[in-house]
């Protein structure tokens, strides 16, 4: 009986240690999401952190300061256009799930809008007892009077889809309908929608998504629909897109092969046909006809070599053997890429960015063919197309930087600007300053950064200083009035900056910022670069003395979530601090969680011999007994049906079981972004820079 237990503490600590962690994991009960025994585990570890975090004296102060920015009614609506009407979500403290609500352009434009109830999702939420969470509105252009709605319970990425009438604002009496799942669904024609769901076995990927598309007649059971596209279960999913044309419509079905590779279908005469282009090439919209392109990678065409980043308008049938017309309309140069593209009938908006800040154009054709024109605004900070009217080319957009508030502007078909509404400052930013730098990685590659402090800023290497990053899927990070991809409207300089904290953005590799290959330089094998980049820029924060490793947090979401834990096991010396969001950590089982394996395009398969450069940085498994790691707060969301809030668990225990600063709270609801509420929102802000300002000053 002694030997067996000797062999049972050995295997703990091997567990523990990760050298058996491809065998076993002592923590594997807690990615029953909903286990007895686990959610024991988190209603015990979410009481810990209350009553750690929620005591201190500055907690309360904080709360009421995140709140105050999120309920404020000077805030920015976030709009969408739909025929004579612009529509939007509104949440405050009447409304914590939110009213959706449109008003007419004209009313909108005088910036007074006068607001109509389309929806309202906490009376719907109290009338079908489910914590509704909106999802958005699809309608069929041009009357825009059918739509299909999307409504998720508790923040999840399923949804269910209800066919909404805008002129009577009710949901159709046997309408389309489909009920919870990873659904995607599109107008054709009144009568037709594209849908692709969970039908049973056999109906979606290893992924989770849908496996099969199918055309759906009103009046039919789903049952009988067509099948008019069905993929591998290897690949992430299934969906199709309806282009409407003035003489021809086009319909195309999208075989996502991997995250990063899809193969294009273009249904003529019945029949699927493929696409001659790229697997990595996007096809964005289609303008007159002409399918707009953007390349991921170099393309030979024929004789002619178009290089990564571009974007091209080309006719489909040059794309299934035949003759066609095909132009470049934007070529990507070392400082300045394309970060958008909005298609209209009198021509095409692009948002370009140069060195991670923001210029916007309006492509027009010509005689002599396509000339790019400068709308006038500012570029020191983000441009942000809201949404536009396709038929007349006039659109609204956003400007913000990390000291301006968000201002709506706009744009008529003249390219003439307006100012509509611009929100009024959360904070004093009259005494800080924000500043671009530049640093070298460990491969010489040069990364830039923003910095966001007072203006009287001491450079003693005692200021606490939070990074914020994310390096992956291409995701770019700008100057942000809110500081980071939660819209707080400027509450972080309350929280954060007012009281003497130095903001810090983070543009590493994995990202966007400079193009498709700024992405792909980071990558499976080289995902680490990410890691290397964001270490460069916290020892450059040092060397300026700025800040020292004492006193410098550091935050990630979701693939954040991963690079802080990379960073945190990789370099303990290095940080003071860790907020570690709705993560991914165990890099040994996240293809077989949830909606992982979609991304093992981004980071490899671990079944394979790419666990070998996997193993290097995966945070889980490099856990080390002995080791001081520093502080950290986890957070995620019971209802996370992307990132599995196993990760978290699992991390956070072995952590503890090590004898680490652990704090951790997971919300019940919230899907990947942890909350549905702005209280919910709120709470776990608070949350988080209390845990900073407590170990960081």
Known sequence: ????????????????????????????????????????????????????????????????????????????????????????????????????????????????????????????????????????????????????????PGGTDAHVVREFNTKSLSFVKDGFELPVAKTSASWIDDKHIF???????????????PRIQKIWQRGTDIKDAKSVLEVSNKSVSASARHFAGDQTDINLLIDAKSFWTRSYLQIIDGKALTLKLPDTARVLDVFEGKFLVSLKEDWLYEDQNFQQGS?????????????????????????????????????????????????????????????????????????????????????????????TAPTLYFVDKDMNVSVVMQQQESFDSSNMKFEQHFTLSKDGTR????????????????????????????????????????????????????????????????????????????????????YEDFDAIAEDLIRRKITSPKHLGIEGRSNGGLLVGA??????????????????????????????ASWMAEYGDPDTDDWKFMKQYSPYQNLKPGVMYPPVFFFTSTKDDRVHPGHARKMATRLINMGNSVEYFENREGGHKGSSTSEQLAKRIALSFTHLWRVLK
């Open 447 to 530: 990364i830039p950064y923003f910095v966001v402090m007072k203006k009287d800023t001491e450079y003693n290497g005692k200021n606490p200083t939070h990074i914020f990053s994310y390096g992956g899927f291409r995701n770019s990070l700008q100057p942000s009035y809110s500081g980071s991809y939660e819209d707080l409207n400027g509450a972080y300089g309350n929280m954060w900056l007012k009281r003497g904290g130095v903001y810090v953005v983070a543009n590493i590799r994995g990202g966007g910022e400079y193009g498709p290959a700024w992405h792909s330089a980071a990558l499976r094998e080289n995902k680490v670069k990410s």
């Open 1 to 152: 009986m002694q030997s067996i237990q000797r062999l049972s503490s050995v295997l703990i600590i091997l567990c523990t240690t990760g050298l058996f962690a491809s065998e076993t994991d002592e923590n594997l009960w807690l990615e029953e999401v909903e286990g007895t025994k686990a959610l024991a585990w988190v209603d015990e570890l979410n009481s810990r952190t209350e009553q750690t975090l929620m005591t201190d004296p500055i907690y309360k102060s904080l709360y009421g300061e995140a709140l105050d920015a999120l309920n404020r009614k000077d805030k920015l609506p976030a709009i969408s256009l739909k025929g004579d009407w612009v529509y939007n979500l509104w949440k405050d403290k009447e409304q914590p799930r939110g009213l959706y609500r449109r008003a007419s352009i004209d009313s909108f434009k005088t910036g007074k809008p006068n607001w109509q109830i389309v929806l309202d999702i906490d009376k719907l939420s109290k009338q079908d007892n489910e914590k509704w969470v909106f999802k958005g509105m699809s309608c069929l252009a041009p009357a825009n009077e059918k739509c299909l709605m999307n409504l998720s």
């Open 311 to 403: 974007a091209l308008l080309i006719e489909p049938s040059m794309l299934l053997g035949g003759e066609g017309e095909l132009v470049e309309l934007f070529k990507q140069t070392p400082n300045s890429i394309s970060e958008s593209l909005t298609v209209t009938a009198k021509g095409i908006i692009a948002v370009t960015m140069e060195d991670v800040k923001s210029k916007i154009y309006f492509y027009k054709q010509q005689e002599d063919g396509w000339k790019a024109h400068r709308i006038n605004l500012p570029e020191t900070g983000t441009i942000e197309i809201q949404t536009v009217n396709s038929d007349t080319g006039e659109f609204f957009a956003t400007y913000e930087d990390f000291l």
């Open 567 to 596: 960073a945190m096991t990789r370099r303990p010396d290095l940080y003071g601090a860790v907020i570690c969001g709705v993560p991914l950590l165990d890099m040994k089982r996240y293809h077989k969680l949830l909606a992982g």
């Open 195 to 209: 849908v692709g769901t969970d039908s049973g076995p056999g109906s979606l990927t290893n992924s989770g998504y």
